[in-house]
C-alpha cells in the first residue's frame, strides 16, 4: 500500500511539472520538420503528437527501469534528492526554451539526479557503468547515426525520385509520408521521454518507502507521466520548433520525410534497449544529414554550433543546480521550501522574459536565424569578382540578415 510524506507528494509534483516542460521543450523533435514544410498547420501537428505522445508512454518501461533501478544506488538517497534533481532539470529545460535551443530534457534530468546524488551520498553511489553505457555512449552515436542514415535516405529518395521530381503526385506523396513519420517520432518520443519522468517518480517512491525495491512504475505513475507530457506537447515549445525547422536548414518535404523516419528508428531501437536516448540529439542529427544529403542544401553551422554547446553543457549545468539544491535541501524543510520558492520564482521569471517576444502557431515559420549560405557569402565577399561581372550583380546575390529590416549589399 502506498503512503505519502509531505515530500513525497511534493516530489511527485514536481517531477510531472518536469514532464510538463518536456513535452513542450520537445515537441520540435517531433514536428518542426512537419510544420517547417506545410505538411500540417501548426496546431494540428501538436494535437497530433500530444496524442501519439500519450500513447507511447504505454508501451514499454524499459527506459524507466533504467532510470529506477540502474543510474544511481537507490538506497543512499532521499526523496529530497529527487527534487534537488528535478529542480536542476526544470530550469535547465525552461532556459534553453527561452532562447529556442534543442537540448536534452533526458539529460538535464539524468545531470540534476547524478548532481543531488553525489551531493548527498557520494561518487560510490552513482552507478558508472550504466552512466557510460546507457546515457554517454547513445548520446554521441545517436546524433550520428541518425544523422548518416537520414543523409544517405535523403540522397537515394531524391536518386530515385528524379523523374517525379516537382509533381504535385510526388509532393502530395511525400507530405503525406512525412506526416506519418512524424507520428512516429511522436510514439517513439512517449516510448522514451515520458518513461524518463516514470522511473524517476519510481525511484522517489522506493527512496520514499511507499513500493518496494526494484518495483516497476504503478499504474497510476505511466498514466499521469503520459498526460503531463501529452498536456505540454499540446501547448507547443514554439520557440525550438522555429530553431528545429528554420534554423538549422531548409528542408523540402522527401528531406523532412528522410529525417523523421530515421529519428524514429533510432529512438524506437534505444527505447527496445533500454537506452536513455536523447531525442533532440537523434532529430537534430537527422534534421543536419537530411539538410546535407541534399544538392545544394545547406546547414547553418552557426546555430549548429549553439547546439552543441548547449549539448555539452546540460549534464554539467544541471548537475551543479542539482548538487546546489541537495546541499540547500539538507537543512530540514526550510531549506527544501526554500528551494521550491527559488524554482517557482526563477519559472516565473523566464517565463514573463519570454513575452517580451512571443513566439506561438502564427510566426513559427518565420526565419529569424542565421540566412542560408552564410558561409559562401564570406567567402564571396573575399573573392575578386570573375572577370566581366559587374560588382552590384554579384552583391546582390548576397542575401541580407532577416535581423535588418531594410536589405543591404556587401561591398565586395
Request: hydrophobic content about 50%.
Amino acid at each position: 500500500m502506498e503512503s505519502f510524506s509531505l515530500i513525497l507528494a511534493i516530489v511527485v509534483i514536481t517531477a510531472l511539472a518536469f514532464d510538463f516542460t518536456n513535452g513542450f521543450h520537445d515537441t520540435a523533435n517531433a514536428m518542426a520538420t512537419t510544420i517547417s514544410t506545410g505538411a500540417l498547420r501548426p496546431k494540428v501537428a501538436v494535437a497530433m503528437s500530444a496524442v501519439l505522445n500519450l500513447v507511447g508512454a504505454f508501451l514499454s518501461v524499459e527506459v524507466a527501469n533504467t532510470i529506477s533501478k540502474g543510474l544511481v544506488d537507490e538506497s543512499g538517497i532521499r526523496p529530497e534528492v529527487i527534487f534537488a534533481a528535478l529542480v536542476g532539470a526544470i530550469l535547465w529545460n525552461l532556459l534553453t526554451w527561452l532562447v529556442g535551443l534543442p537540448s536534452s530534457s533526458s539529460h538535464a534530468l539524468m545531470g540534476g539526479l547524478i548532481g543531488a546524488t553525489i551531493a548527498s551520498a557520494g561518487v560510490g553511489a552513482v552507478h558508472g557503468d550504466v552512466l557510460v553505457t546507457k546515457v554517454l555512449i547513445p548520446a554521441i552515436a545517436a546524433p550520428l547515426v541518425a544523422g548518416v542514415a537520414a543523409m544517405l535516405a535523403t540522397k537515394l529518395m531524391y536518386s530515385l525520385g528524379k523523374k517525379a521530381e516537382g509533381s504535385k503526385a510526388s509532393e502530395k506523396g511525400y507530405r503525406a509520408g512525412q506526416i506519418a513519420s512524424a507520428g512516429l517520432v511522436s510514439l517513439a518520443h512517449g516510448t522514451n521521454d515520458a518513461q524518463k519522468t516514470m522511473g524517476i517518480i519510481t525511484l522517489a517512491l522506493v527512496t520514499g518507502g511507499a513500493i518496494a525495491p526494484g518495483s516497476n512504475p504503478p499504474t497510476w505513475v505511466i498514466l499521469s507521466a503520459g498526460v503531463a507530457i501529452a498536456l505540454g506537447t499540446y501547448l507547443g515549445g514554439w520557440r525550438i520548433i522555429r530553431t528545429m525547422g528554420k534554423g538549422l536548414t531548409d528542408l523540402q518535404p522527401q528531406q523532412g520525410f528522410a529525417a523523421q523516419t530515421s529519428a524514429a528508428t533510432v529512438i524506437l531501437a534505444s527505447s527496445h534497449l533500454g537506452f536513455s536516448l536523447s531525442t533532440t540529439h537523434s532529430v537534430s542529427g537527422s534534421v543536419m544529414g537530411a539538410g546535407l544529403g541534399r544538392k545544394g542544401g545547406v546547414v547553418r553551422w552557426s546555430t549548429a554550433t549553439r547546439m552543441f554547446v548547449a549539448w555539452g553543457l546540460t549534464l554539467p549545468a544541471a548537475a551543479l543546480v542539482g548538487a546546489i539544491a541537495e546541499y540547500v535541501t539538507g537543512f530540514g524543510s526550510w531549506g527544501t521550501a526554500l528551494v521550491a520558492v527559488f524554482l517557482i520564482a526563477s519559472s516565473a521569471a523566464i517565463w514573463l522574459r519570454s513575452r517580451r517576444e512571443v513566439v506561438d502557431h502564427t510566426n513559427v515559420n518565420d526565419t529569424t536565424e542565421e540566412p542560408a549560405g552564410v558561409v559562401t557569402t564570406a567567402i564571396a565577399a573575399v573573392t575578386p569578382p570573375p572577370v566581366g561581372t559587374a560588382t552590384d550583380e554579384l552583391t546582390a546575390t548576397i542575401p541580407a540578415p532577416a535581423s535588418e529590416s531594410a536589405p543591404s549589399q556587401a561591398t565586395v
